[in-house]
């Protein structure tokens, strides 16, 4: 679907490292700033075990899971709003993902350097904040200018767009983003239009060090504090041990490791799955002999809307889609046993989309 998660941080938080854990990519991560320069993409595979259990009973030809696109972006520093630190380029590079996985440093290491000489998180985060909120400034401002005039006499539209440059000026001069001033009844589209870059959603991403893998630290607990009144999710993950399970070449070695060490599974997964919630995305799967496949969709999507996705043909014939939900279809062992117990469902254009339907379309064109 063309949606991008973005990782950004200052300089040597783990970035890079956390990026090579969890995409098909691979970027450089060493002990300095600004290792990473030209952003880096690559392709997440959202972990799904719902897939295995769909293919255990439909024994397709091959499998194919749900990916999301995840860019690693070169560190930030002070000043990267006016330009400092490649800064131009970097909030550029964020302005075209959708969403935003801030990395921050909750380790102390004397091995590895900080570029603001200490460990301290809750800083960390203020910087970036500020240097994101400066450029919102700076755009917001030059639209405000274009708008005014209009505005003033009346013009509907510009009318509009001034109201919300406002509010949204307001909240960046008393240091807070513009995703705490957007509501519900604001236009999307209209947001998308200004391409600010504190109206992306954020998810917060503490780096720990081994001994707190299970439990968090101090610097969770105080970012946790620190982002309460945002709607935004923190999690915790080690990047140095996801790396080890990275590397490691069977599935039995990963699970061996991640049971010495109290881990359920590995932080990247509980870091995709944020990362999916983060773009408010749901997933709906097909399933036959040749292929059990996920699908992405936003969540809200009509049926014609899922099929969409799929192929354009499929949303404009579309003519109906027969649903069953996730455990409908594994308990009855798939869609003969679903349908024999009426569990099998036929529904229309209307129908909304849940996480986890098994779906077949029939469309005309």
Not at 302 to 315: L, M, R
Not at 333 to 353: D, I, M, P, Q, T
């Amino acid at each position: 679907m063309g949606l991008k998660c973005g990782i950004v941080g200052l300089p040597n938080v783990g970035k890079s490292t956390l990026f090579n854990c969890v995409s098909s990519a691979k970027a450089q991560a060493a002990n300095f700033p600004f290792c990473t320069i030209e952003p880096n993409t690559g392709i997440i595979t959202v972990p799904d075990p719902r897939l295995n259990a769909l293919a255990e009973i439909v024994n397709p030809q091959r499998i194919l899971p749900t990916t999301v696109e995840i860019v690693d972006i070169a560190g930030l520093v002070k000043g990267a709003s006016k330009g400092e630190g490649l800064g131009n380029q970097f909030l550029g590079n964020i302005r075209e993902c959708d969403a935003i996985l801030h990395v921050l440093r909750c380790f102390d290491d004397p091995n590895v350097i900080h570029v603001d000489g200490e460990v301290n998180p809750v800083r960390d985060k203020e910087v970036i904040d500020i240097e994101l909120q400066l450029k919102d400034l700076e755009t917001v401002e030059a639209r405000l200018k274009k708008v005014e005039k209009q505005a003033q006499i009346g013009e509907k539209e510009a009318k509009r767009r001034f109201e919300l440059l406002s509010r949204i000026k307001a909240a960046l001069l008393k240091g807070e983003s513009a995703r705490t001033v957007v509501t519900a009844n604001d236009d999307p589209a209209l947001l998308s239009e200004f391409q600010l870059l504190t109206t992306k959603p954020v998810l917060y991403v503490c780096n720990v060090e081994e001994q707190s893998a299970v439990t968090g630290n101090a610097y969770v607990e105080a970012i946790r504090k620190a982002v309460a009144s945002e709607d935004a999710e923190v999690i915790f993950v080690t990047a140095a041990i996801e790396a080890e399970i990275a590397s490691m070449e069977t599935l039995e070695e990963r699970e061996m490791f991640l049971q010495d060490i109290g881990l359920k599974e590995p932080g990247v997964n509980k870091l995709i799955h944020a990362a999916y919630d983060l773009l408010k995305l749901a997933t709906y799967f097909t399933a036959g002999v040749q292929e059990v496949r996920a699908w992405t969709i936003h969540q809200g999507m009509t049926a014609p809307q899922a099929a969409g996705v799929i192929h354009s043909d499929f949303e404009k014939g579309f003519i109906r889609a027969e649903v069953i939900a996730f455990n409908d279809f594994v308990t009855l062992k798939g869609e003969a046993g679903a349908k024999a117990a009426g569990k099998l469902r036929v529904e229309g254009k209307e129908y909304v989309v849940k996480d986890g339907d098994v779906m077949h379309f029939l469309f005309n064109v």
